[in-house]
């Protein structure tokens, strides 16, 4: 059953197109990953789904309902939450603050509360009272994560949570995500980082300039395939 | 011993040096809570939406006719009728955010600013039309007059309760802001407003909300403001220097700082009036000036910016 899906969805800055049309589907439950390189529209796309940028109504629906015209603050109150590339964590607030904000716009019962998620991110629970921005920047993405699961998600959208992170933390990080699987979310992966998108996706889709590329399961795609999708040559 | 008379026109009160000085800085530092009230509600709104409203003063004077209305057409105790003006006070500052100030906010700094000046010369004239240019006064029923012995220092109840209403005003705002769901929305949307969109927090709401508990604080200054000394419509604009004062010197965005800068400039100002009576004013601009040479940012200046 199709949760969340875009048709058509094109977006602007100003007089500039990021995105010519972009039709893509989520079941619930399901992950999904959208690779692509710098300037594909990965991050246009989410921040269109989440509200930041208006859309058409009819461009993206949650589960036959059009939102794609609605606010930000609109968008979460239905279950769908978001994870900003570089966190965009509150410098004012604590770590603990900063995930008690989550659930802001959205507070119903379900998997994720302050506890499960230290249950998740064991290391947050003894910096709870710190200033979120004095974290490292792996504990930064665990808070950044944790906030978004607050509000009990029904859709994740997680936007670059490799970025500028060790290899180590990234693995750390996405160690989570089977937990994060289990609680009945589905979940919407940016990365630019291909091997980790394969890794932890049921389904890809490869954007560039604006367009997707390639679509389909990881097991499916040959590195060819991928290779011309993600930079527009045929190696 | 005969008395030197002629040295004792330099000096202030040689009779008693110590104690005056004692009371002087007393009678400062509770000028200085009237102050910090003023200023109040100017700090809590720069430091959620960076909005300087230049017409603070003048909703200052106009929360203090509406308590003068109320004490006048209902016979009310200023202290119930303050009571009574917050929640108005609350539902005009919510309105005006919401209608009009909202509109101003963005990248650009100019719009807030000509728009509430212009905020402020619409309420001087509606209130010269409504209530004249004479100078009015909140009577508070004989409480004005009344002092205590505190000690060596005899302190009037009036500039007492003033102090006292500023400490709690402040003590109040920090628990809301730091303790409560709409603070953690407030200080959220202070750093990032479209993060704070992606919260469900919708940042033209918790605006609106935080003007309105500025004017509640300002509907307490306005009490002060109105029993302690005449006002009249013109009035505003130069009590708002000393709120913007105490503000900028105090560090942005910090309330406590607002306190202690209400205070420094009290002092300054009863100090220099004792040396010279001509001195009042200009020893709270000095005193202002000295704190920003030696701290730009402030006394205690939020870690970020």
């Known amino acids: ?235 | 011993m005969p008395p030197i008379s002629g040295c004792m026109r330099d000096a202030p009160w040689p009779e008693d040096d110590g104690m005056s000085w004692l009371d002087t800085v007393v009678q400062g530092v509770l000028l200085g809570g009237l102050y910090a009230l003023f200023a109040a509600g100017l700090s809590l709104v720069f430091g959620i939406m960076r909005l300087v409203n230049l017409a603070h003063g003048d909703l200052i004077v106009l929360a203090a006719y509406l308590i003068l209305v109320l004490v006048t057409a209902l016979g009310l105790n200023p202290f119930v009728a303050a009571l009574v003006a917050m929640p108005i006070m609350f539902a005009a500052g919510w309105a005006l955010q919401r209608l009009v100030l909202n509109r101003t906010l963005g990248d650009d700094i100019l719009p807030p600013l000509l728009v509430t000046f212009g905020l402020s010369i619409v309420i001087q004239n509606a209130l010269l039309e409504g209530f004249s240019a004479d100078s009015r006064r909140i009577y508070a029923g004989g409480i004005e007059t009344a002092s205590l012995a505190i000690g060596p220092v005899n302190v009037g109840v009036m500039p007492l309760l003033t102090l006292a209403s500023a400490v709690l005003a402040i003590v109040a705002l920090n628990q809301l802001f730091y303790r409560t769901s709409l603070g953690r929305a407030f200080r959220a949307t202070s750093d990032d407003p479209v993060t704070a969109g992606l919260m469900g927090i919708r940042p033209n709401r918790i605006f609106a909300q935080a003007t309105g508990v500025a004017m509640v604080v300002v509907t307490i200054a306005a009490l002060y403001l109105g029993t302690r000394a005449n006002f009249d419509p013109a009035t505003g604009p130069s009590r708002l220097i000393y709120a913007f004062e105490a503000v900028i010197i105090g560090g942005l965005g910090s309330l406590w700082g607002t306190l202690a800068g209400g205070i420094i400039i009290g002092v300054a100002q009863t100090v220099g009036a004792a040396v010279n009576p001509e001195w009042q004013i200009l020893a709270g601009h000095v005193a202002f000036l000295a704190v920003l040479l030696a701290r730009p940012r402030g006394l205690f200046p939020r870690a970020v910016d």
Not at chain 1, 10 to 26: E, V
């Open chain 1, 1 to 235: 059953m199709t949760l969340l899906q875009t048709r058509d969805l094109k977006a602007f800055y100003g007089d500039f197109q990021a995105l010519f049309g972009i039709d893509l589907a989520l079941a619930a439950g399901e992950t999904v990953a959208i690779i692509g390189a710098n300037g594909a529209g990965k991050t246009t796309l989410l921040r269109s789904v989440s509200g930041i940028i208006a859309n058409a109504p009819e461009a993206v629906t949650l589960e036959g309902r059009p939102i794609g015209a609605l606010a930000a603050p609109e968008v979460v109150a239905l279950g769908i939450a978001m994870v900003p590339e570089g966190r965009k964590l509150f410098a004012s607030l604590s770590v603990e603050e900063n995930l008690l904000i989550g659930r802001y716009g959205r507070d119903v019962a379900g998997p994720w509360t302050l506890d499960s998620v230290y249950g998740l991110f064991p290391v947050l629970k003894e910096r709870r009272n710190v200033p979120a921005t004095a974290l490292s920047g792996g504990q930064q993405q665990m808070v950044a994560i944790g906030r978004a699961l607050m509000s009990n998600p029904r859709v994740l959208l997680c936007d670059e949570i490799s970025l500028g992170l060790a290899p180590v933390v990234i693995r750390d990080i996405y160690a989570a995500f089977p937990r994060i699987r289990e609680s009945g979310a589905a979940i919407v992966i940016v990365e630019q980082d291909i091997g980790q998108a394969l890794r932890v996706a049921e389904r890809v889709y490869c954007m560039m300039e604006g367009r997707v590329t390639l679509s389909g399961r990881p097991g499916e795609l040959s590195r060819e395939a991928i290779h011309a999708a993600y930079f527009g040559v045929h190696a």
